[in-house]
């Protein structure tokens, strides 16, 4: 299974992090162990799955994109 | 209902103009309310001479149009229009803008003020300011006071 | 802050646009809220070619002067413009507009909300539908639902 | 003394009167009295004193401006 994983703004600066892929991964937050190699996750961090917010506990299938970020600041 | 992520300059006035001529809603609205965000020189006692706004396309266009949807659904709207910018902004531009056209105010009113708190809330847009000491990321949205 | 009654048609965009370049507010002004009022072609489900506003010259002009200091004191508002037609007005023209100016969005939009339901409640204007069957003064505001 | 009273709208066309002036009014209730030849006062009238609004029995003195109006709908 691949699973696509996006960080954005500071996370992605942060991580040096922007696209990637990783395999294996049953939720968002073992998406977020393995592509960032086991970071630290900052308790603001916002995860969305295919588009819609979700939790890092949340399942994941094979081709989903999963992607996280900090708080948004538009408007 | 129309949600438009822009790269350009543009003019807010003339967009929402244009907007409801085109939308050919004609002695069929009654009130038309608007918020307009534009781009300070000061924020957070620092100046900005710049920001950066970056953006998830795919769920930023998915989510301005659920917005629209939910507004929708919430109050008797004729039209919606959404245009917000990213990329590179400077001072004393529109970084967005929101208008919704009711037959009566309460609506139009009511889904404006809505929609620009839940777009705050929701939309994945992160601004980056350009100070005087150099690139900052805005860690949150202020409450608006 | 400028308070206008106008007895000809205006455009409501080109207004806000032509007051805020020349109220000087550029890199002040993060918010601007605005409501629209405009003439439908029907309400109380009859219809309405058109219709005539009559005011209290003085006492109309003081109440938005009134309206716009109160609204000064509850919010910190860097500019406000309202504009009001009287006498003749068809369908589809702009019956009047309310603009805030402020620094950041709270306070444009709620002096916004809060100047058009007491302009509503508050100002002198008394409107005059021509329908079908003649001519017929408006009783009462409705709650704008 | 003169008092100015000035009826609008609705109320102006009904009673056919628009600016008047009435003497030895105390109240505005009074000036609606003198200046109307004792009309009935529909419930929903509205009166101002020198622009501002007002009670019916608020007082009055030599020079101010009486106004008698329906419910105001503009906006």
New interface residues.
């Given amino acids: 299974m691949t699973i696509h994983v996006?960080f954005?703004?500071?996370l992605k600066?942060k991580l040096n992090l922007e696209d990637t892929t990783v395999e294996q991964a049953n939720t968002a937050g073992q998406a977020w162990d393995i592509a960032t190699d086991n970071a630290d996750r900052p308790s603001?961090v916002l995860v969305?799955i295919n588009?819609e917010?979700a939790q890092f506990d949340d399942t994941i299938k094979a081709g989903d994109e999963v992607?996280f970020?900090?708080?948004?600041?538009?408007? | 209902m129309t949600a438009q992520i822009i790269k350009h300059i543009f003019?807010?006035?003339?967009a929402?103009?244009k907007h409801q001529e085109a939308a050919n809603l004609?002695?069929?609205?009654?009130?038309?309310?608007?918020?307009?965000?534009?781009?300070?020189?000061f924020n957070d006692n620092a100046d900005v001479s710049a920001m950066t706004?970056?953006?998830?396309p795919?769920?930023t266009a998915?989510?301005l149009e659920k917005l629209i949807e939910e507004a929708k659904i919430k109050w008797p709207l004729l039209d919606v229009l959404i245009i917000?910018r990213v990329g590179e902004i400077t001072?004393?531009e529109t970084?967005?803008l929101i208008a919704c056209w009711s037959?009566?105010?309460?609506?139009?009113?009511d889904a404006?003020?809505w929609l620009?708190e839940e777009?705050?809330?929701?939309?994945?847009?992160?601004?980056?300011e350009t100070r005087p000491d150099g690139e900052r990321?805005?860690?949150?949205?202020?409450?608006?006071?």
């Fill in positions: 996006k954005f703004a500071s600066d603001n969305a588009l917010y992607a970020f900090p708080p948004v600041t538009g408007g | 003019d807010p006035w003339q929402i103009a004609s002695q069929k609205f009654g009130a038309t309310a608007t918020f307009v965000g534009t781009m300070r020189d706004l970056e953006h998830y795919a769920m998915h989510y917000h001072s004393s970084i967005m037959a009566h105010r309460r609506a139009s009113l404006c003020n620009i777009l705050k809330h929701r939309a994945p847009f992160w601004k980056k990321w805005v860690e949150k949205n202020t409450d608006g006071l």
